[in-house]
């Protein structure tokens, strides 16, 4: 049998019957309304049919007036409670029964995208100053042009304030608390590619001389906080996890990203997701990545196995490059991770697992190998970091839309 086959069970007691989970991909389907619609919801009902070990859905914004894309789903204020909130719960509990109706484990990416929440997305209105740990403008190049874009895209961001950072842990906690009461098995913290969380973590944009400043252990007090104060209104069934980015072998923060780990182990975290980059670098998509890598598929695995090493007990779920069944068993295989995260691949076949995971599929056969998005001639005009990897997730968002609409998706290469 294929190690892909086994069940993963999380400390929380709940258990992905397979090693394959769909990872979260932000859908861009949840209208100027920003709640779940029926296309979201048959987006959802397609995955649940694809044999998937777990799903994880796309980033839902804690705070609707900041959101990382347009269409993102968001919480639109305070959540008190099943009890006053009757309608709010039934249209995510529609969600989660998408998502869980063949028995699915299903967890929701919460975000706050911080300082990458564009110009023209969120309720702030478009001369509304992001927030951030410190105010550390975006860079994505040093040209004139670049410049120009940036600050076109990105507003500046203002430095939280105890009531901004107060404000932002009850939003976390009561997103939690909603999806727990409308039935979803777990939340998963978005603390990478460069969103809020990420952003305290990081010394680059964290310049703060206050309690959640400074060390490596001070950068994690608004994370870890957020986790205590999510246990203490879910069910101890209720998975909590987070995304976090690696940290570069070379780096110094290597060791700080250990340490980090480790008070997230400590606050009691079901499972870590491993991924990478950011707006200003985004190695998640694997566009600037050696072709050695892109070969051996998981882009992170070297960070995952010191990781491995470190926390030995701690479930982990490593993102980025996976395509065929060779690749995501011999990182299974290597105990690299427990779960093998799927991102664009999913958003062709929502059925994936359903090939890889049959064992009568050859091995030629169990994969889907995607080609780039190709730059189109303008836009490789402007040298922008950024720009091939937002082209890239336009293209797998569209491709969402269009098998939630029950139309074939497009492979790049057709292209
Ligand atoms: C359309 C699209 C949307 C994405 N949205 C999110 C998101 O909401 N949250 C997140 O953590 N990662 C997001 N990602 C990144 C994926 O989760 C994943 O880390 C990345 O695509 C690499 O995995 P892959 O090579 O299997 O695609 C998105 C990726 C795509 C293509």
Redesign the pocket.
Not at 319 to 322: K, L, R, S
Not at 341 to 345: A, D, T, V
């Given at each position: 049998m294929t190690p892909l086959n086994e069940p993963v069970k999380l400390p929380c007691g709940l258990v992905f019957p397979n090693r394959l989970v769909k990872?979260?991909?932000?859908e861009a389907l949840a209208g100027s309304g920003h709640v779940p619609t029926p296309t979201l919801l048959e987006a959802y009902n397609q995955w649940a049919q694809g044999g998937w070990g777990g799903l994880l859905t796309?980033?839902v914004q804690v705070d609707v007036d900041h959101l990382g894309m347009p269409h993102d789903p968001a919480l639109h204020g305070e959540y008190t409670g099943k009890e006053n909130n009757q309608a709010l719960v039934e249209l995510w509990s529609q969600y989660a029964n998408a998502c869980q109706q063949h028995g699915t484990p299903s967890i929701v990416?919460l975000c706050h995208p911080g300082r990458q929440s564009i110009r023209f997305a969120g309720r702030r209105g478009i001369f509304g100053a992001t927030i951030a740990p410190s105010a550390v403008p975006m860079d994505l190049g040093e040209g004139i042009v670049q410049r120009f874009f940036s600050w076109l895209v990105f507003p500046p961001s203002k430095e939280m304030t105890q009531g901004d950072i107060e404000r932002v842990t009850r939003q976390f906690v009561d997103a939690a608390r909603l999806m727990a009461d409308s039935g979803f098995s777990g939340v998963e913290l978005?603390g990478?590619?460069g969103y809020l969380l990420d952003q305290f973590l990081n010394p680059k944009t964290n310049k703060r001389t206050d309690a959640y400043g400074g060390s490596a252990e001070n950068r994690a007090k608004f994370v870890v906080d957020i986790i205590h104060s999510i246990r203490k209104v879910v069910p101890e069934k209720f998975a909590v996890g987070i995304?976090l980015n690696s940290a570069d072998h070379s780096s110094s923060t290597f060791e700080d990203t250990m340490t980090q780990i480790q008070l997230l182990v400590d606050a009691g975290i079901d499972f870590l997701e491993v991924?990478g980059g950011s707006y200003e670098n985004p190695k998640?998509?694997?566009r600037e990545q050696s072709e050695r890598t892109v070969a051996r598929e998981a882009f992170f695995i070297e960070f995952a196995t010191e990781a491995r090493k470190r926390f030995p007990g701690l479930v982990l779920m490593l993102?980025?490059?996976?395509r065929t069944r060779a690749g995501a068993e011999s990182a299974i295989k290597q105990n690299a991770c427990d779960i093998i995260?799927?991102?664009?691949?999913a958003?062709i076949d929502p059925k994936l697992p359903r090939v890889l995971l049959d064992e009568n599929v050859s091995e030629e056969e169990a994969q889907l190998v995607l080609n780039k998005i190709p730059m189109p001639f303008l836009a490789g005009l402007i040298p922008m970091k950024g720009v091939g990897a937002g082209l890239?997730?336009k293209y797998?968002?569209d491709q969402i839309k269009r098998f939630a609409m029950g139309l074939k998706t497009i492979l790049p290469s057709a292209w």
């Open positions: 990872a979260a991909m932000a796309g980033n990416q978005h990478a590619h995304k991924s998640m998509m694997g993102t980025g490059g996976f995260g799927i991102g664009r691949p958003a890239e997730s797998y968002a």
